[in-house]
C-alpha cells in the first residue's frame, strides 16, 4: 500500500480524528514526521493540517537525525542513568 | 408479502438526521504541557489527573488535569517523582500516588493523597519501591510490587491501601515485575506485561494475571510481551495499548480484554511506552498522553472512542434502513470490503520451505533452506520487524508448524533424511518433545502446541498420515482422502482444513477434518502445491505456491467455497511462510526461485458507506 510523507506540527485536539483514521492510515513519527496512507481522504488530511510533503528518503532523513541524537544523549548518560533504560533503536518508515 | 420489520426485526427508522459511523479508535486530544515521560496517571478520558514525570533522576512535584479537550496545572505535590507510570490509583478527584524515585532515593516510600484540591501526605509504603504496580481507588488499593532495586530488579510482594496504611496482603503475585499496567478494584484487579533486567537482562513478560481480592490466578496472555504499556477499564472489559519490548520497539498497538483474551484492536497514531493513561476509564473511553516514542519524548495525547457500547445514539449499522425526514430521503448503510497486500519489512534470513505461527502482529518464522543449506532460524515479527530468537534444535526445511509467537510447535521435514523431529517454543527458545509416528518432509499443520496436527507430507511418496498431539506425544488419526505433500492447513486440532498440494501433479482439493476424519470439501480454483495459508476452518486464506511457476493467487475460503480475491502477493512465490487470520494475514520467505526475505501483509477493510434508495 503506498504511502505519503510529510512533516506537520501536532497542535493537538482535532489534529486527526477517530474518522479521518477510519479512511486513511496514519502513524506518527519522531521529528514531526507523518505516514499517510495515499488515498483521497489522507491527501485531504495533509492540506488540512498544512503538512510539508517529503519523499520518503526526505522523511526517513529526519527521523534519522531524531534518532542519532538521541543515541548521542543516550551515550552521554551515565550508568546508573541507563540503567532500566535501552539506547534508542533505528525507525524503518513503512 | 412479507414485512421489512419481519425480516430485519425492526421497523423503517424515522430520523433527523442520518446515523453517525460506529467508530472506535484514537483521534488527537489537547497536547501535555510538555514532552515528558514517566508520570503517573489515573482517572477517565474527560476527567484524568497526571502527577510527576522523568527529570534525570530527581523528579517532580507537578501535577496537571484534562478535561476531555486540554490540560491545566494542578497543584503540586509534595514529594518529586518520577518513574511512577503505574503508581497511582483512584480518580481526578480522589487519586492516591505512592513510591516513585527523586535525588534522595532509589526508592520512596512516600505516599500522597489528592482530593481535587490539595495533595497531602498519607502513611509510607513499607519498602523502597519504584516503578510500582497500583490499583483500585484512593480507599482501596493494591500495590502489586515493582521495582526494588537496580538494576531492574522487580518483587511481587503485594501491599494493600486502606485510605491511610499500607499492609502486606500475603497474597503476592505469581511473575515479580516493573513496568507492568494494572487497573481495575482491589477484588477484581489484573496485571499484565511489565519487565525485569535482573537476573535476565530485557526480560519482557507476556503474562496476565488476576486477583480477586485474595488470590492471584493467571489470565489471557498479552499478544507480545510487553513493558510500559497503559491502559485501563476492568477485569472483564480492559484496553491496553503502547509499551515496548526489547527490540527496542515502540509500539502503538492496542489491545481489548474480555477477561479471557486480548484482541486487537485499531492502533494508536503514534508509538509510545512510559506515558499516561485513563486508568480508571473505560475500555470504551480511555487516553494516551505523553511518553517516549523512542529517540523522543512527545506531548501528543490521543483519545481513544468506541462508540458502539452506547445506548441513545443512532449508529451506523451495516443492512440498517431509516428515513431520513429532513432530507425526505430513504437510505440505508451497505458495507464494502477492500482486500490488500502491503510490503513489510524483510526477514533477516532468506530462505524457503520454512513454516510459520502466530498472527499477523505477532509471528513466528523457523527453519528452511537458505539456497546452501538447511536452517534452524528462528524469528520474530511484531508487527513492523523480524528480530532473530534462538534457532530451532534441529536444522532443516519441509518442516511444519503450530500454534502461536510464544507457544509454538515445529515438526517434521527433512535435515538429511525424513524426520518426525517435533520441538516446542517458548517465546525464547526451542525444547525437543517426542516425534511423529511417521516421519516426513512438507506435510503441513494445524491447531496449538497442547493440540496441534499434522497430515499429508511426502515419505517415498506422498502421505495421507494424521497424527494429533497432546502436548506431549502424537497419537495417529484417520488419514486425508488424497494423500499429498506441499500443502496447506488452517484452522484447530478439531476443526481444520487441508487444502491444495501435490500428489504427483498440483492438486486444488480440500478437506475439512472435524477431530475424527476428513470429508471433502470445495476445490480451490487453482490448483498449485508449495502455497501457504492463515485463518481456521471457516474463514481460510490460500496464496502463492507454485503451479508451473511461481504464483502471487490468493483465494479467500468462507467454509464451503474459494473465492478468488482481487489482491495477489506482490512478489510470487512458493514455499513461504504463513500466519494470522482471513483478515489480517502474513506471508514470508519463499522461493522465487531464489529464497527471499519479502514479507506481506495481507488485509480486508471493510467500510460502511451510506446509500439513498431512489425509485424510478
Not at chain 2, 141 to 165: E, F, K, L, M, R
Not at chain 2, 595 to 606: P, R, Y
Amino acid at each position: 500500500m503506498a504511502n505519503k510523507y510529510c512533516t506537520a506540527t501536532n497542535w493537538g485536539k482535532d489534529f486527526f480524528t477517530a474518522r479521518e483514521r477510519m479512511n486513511f492510515k496514519l502513524s506518527g513519527h519522531p521529528g514531526n514526521v507523518w505516514v499517510v496512507e495515499d488515498n483521497l481522504y489522507g491527501a485531504k488530511w495533509i492540506k488540512k493540517v498544512s503538512g510539508v510533503s517529503k519523499t520518503k528518503e526526505e522523511a526517513q532523513a529526519i527521523v534519522d537525525a531524531e534518532v542519532t541524537a538521541a543515541q548521542a544523549a543516550y551515550d552521554a548518560l551515565t550508568d546508573e542513568q541507563k540503567l532500566n533504560t535501552q539506547r534508542p533503536g533505528p525507525i524503518t518508515l513503512k | 408479502m412479507a414485512e421489512y420489520k419481519g425480516i430485519k426485526g425492526f421497523k423503517v427508522q424515522y430520523l433527523d438526521a442520518d446515523p453517525v459511523p460506529a467508530v472506535a479508535g484514537w483521534s488527537a486530544g489537547g497536547n501535555f504541557p510538555g514532552s515528558n515521560e514517566g508520570m503517573g496517571s489515573t482517572g477517565t478520558q474527560t476527567a484524568t489527573l497526571s502527577a510527576g514525570y522523568f527529570n534525570a533522576g530527581s523528579g517532580v512535584t507537578s501535577s496537571f488535569t484534562y478535561n476531555g479537550t486540554s490540560w491545566s496545572p494542578a497543584p503540586s505535590m509534595g514529594t518529586a517523582r518520577e518513574q511512577v507510570s503505574n503508581n497511582m490509583a483512584g480518580t481526578q478527584t480522589s487519586a492516591v500516588i505512592a513510591c516513585g524515585r527523586n535525588a534522595t532515593a532509589f526508592g520512596l516510600q512516600a505516599t500522597e493523597e489528592y482530593n481535587g484540591s490539595t495533595w497531602s501526605p498519607s502513611g509510607n509504603y513499607p519498602t523502597q519501591l519504584r516503578d510500582a504496580n497500583l490499583f483500585g481507588i484512593q480507599t482501596a488499593a493494591i500495590a502489586a510490587g515493582g521495582n526494588s532495586a537496580n538494576p531492574g530488579v522487580a518483587t511481587n510482594v503485594n501491599n494493600s491501601y486502606d485510605g491511610s496504611t499500607w499492609t502486606a496482603t500475603g497474597n503476592d503475585n505469581t511473575t515479580a515485575r516493573l513496568s507492568s499496567l494494572s487497573f481495575g478494584t482491589q477484588t477484581a484487579g489484573i496485571l499484565v506485561g511489565g519487565y525485569i533486567n535482573s537476573p535476565t537482562p530485557n526480560t519482557y513478560f507476556a503474562n496476565t494475571e488476576e486477583y480477586d481480592g485474595s488470590t492471584w490466578t493467571s489470565g489471557g496472555a498479552y499478544p507480545i510481551a510487553t513493558s510500559s504499556l497503559r491502559g485501563g477499564g476492568t477485569q472483564t472489559a480492559g484496553i491496553a495499548f503502547g509499551g515496548q519490548n526489547s527490540t527496542p520497539a515502540y509500539t502503538a498497538a492496542t489491545n481489548i480484554y474480555d477477561g479471557s483474551t486480548w484482541t486487537a484492536g485499531s492502533n494508536m497514531t503514534t508509538a509510545r511506552s512510559s506515558f499516561g493513561s485513563a486508568k480508571s476509564g473505560s475500555s470504551a473511553l480511555n487516553l494516551a498522553f505523553a511518553g517516549n516514542t523512542g529517540p523522543a519524548t512527545t506531548n501528543a495525547t490521543e483519545e481513544y472512542v468506541d462508540y458502539s457500547p452506547y445506548t441513545g445514539q443512532t449508529v451506523e449499522n451495516v443492512g440498517q434502513v431509516w428515513y431520513n425526514s429532513t432530507t425526505k430521503a430513504l437510505k440505508y448503510t451497505n458495507e464494502t470490503f477492500s482486500s490488500a497486500w502491503a510490503t513489510g519489512n524483510n526477514m533477516n534470513t532468506a530462505r524457503g520451505t520454512l513454516a510459520g505461527a502466530g498472527i499477523q502482529t505477532a509471528a513466528l518464522g523457523f527453519a528452511g533452506y537458505t539456497g546452501t543449506a538447511n536452517t534452524g532460524a528462528t524469528e520474530e515479527y511484531d508487527g513492523n520487524s523480524w528480530t532473530s530468537s534462538n534457532p530451532l534444535n534441529t536444522a532443516r526445511r519441509g518442516i511444519a508448524g503450530a500454534g502461536i509467537q510464544t507457544a509454538a510447535l515445529a515438526f517434521s521435514g527433512i535435515d538429511t533424511a525424513n524426520t518426525g523431529a517435533t520441538e516446542e517454543y517458548d517465546g525464547n527458545s526451542w525444547t525437543n518433545s517426542n516425534s511423529l509416528n511417521t516421519a516426513r518432509r512438507y506435510p503441513t499443520g494445524a491447531g496449538t502446541q497442547t493440540a496441534g496436527l499434522a497430515f499429508g507430507g511426502y515419505i517415498a511418496a506422498a502421505t495421507a498420515a494424521t497424527e494429533e498431539y497432546d502436548g506431549n506425544s502424537w497419537t495417529s488419526s484417520n488419514p486425508l482422502n488424497t494423500a499429498r505433500s506441499e500443502l496447506a492447513g488452517a484452522g484447530t486440532q478439531t476443526a481444520t482444513l487441508g487444502f491444495g498440494g501435490q500428489t504427483t501433479v498440483a492438486v486444488a482439493s480440500t478437506e475439512e477434518y472435524n477431530g475424527t476424519s476428513w470429508t471433502a470439501s470445495n476445490n480451490l480454483n487453482t490448483a498449485r502445491y508449495g502455497l501457504a495459508s492463515a485463518g481456521i476452518q471457516t474463514s481460510a486464506l490460500a496464496f502463492g505456491g507454485y503451479i508451473t511457476a511461481g504464483t502471487a493467487a490468493t483465494e479467500e475460503y468462507d467454509g464451503t467455497t474459494w473465492t478468488n480475491s482481487p489482491a495477489s502477493l506482490n512478489t510470487a512465490r512458493w514455499y513461504s511462510g504463513g500466519a494470522g487470520t482471513q483478515a489480517a494475514a502474513l506471508g514470508f520467505g519463499g522461493d522465487t526461485p531464489t529464497q527471499t526475505t519479502a514479507t506481506e501483509e495481507f488485509t480486508i477493510t471493510g467500510t460502511a458507506g451510506i446509500k439513498t434508495i431512489t425509485v424510478s
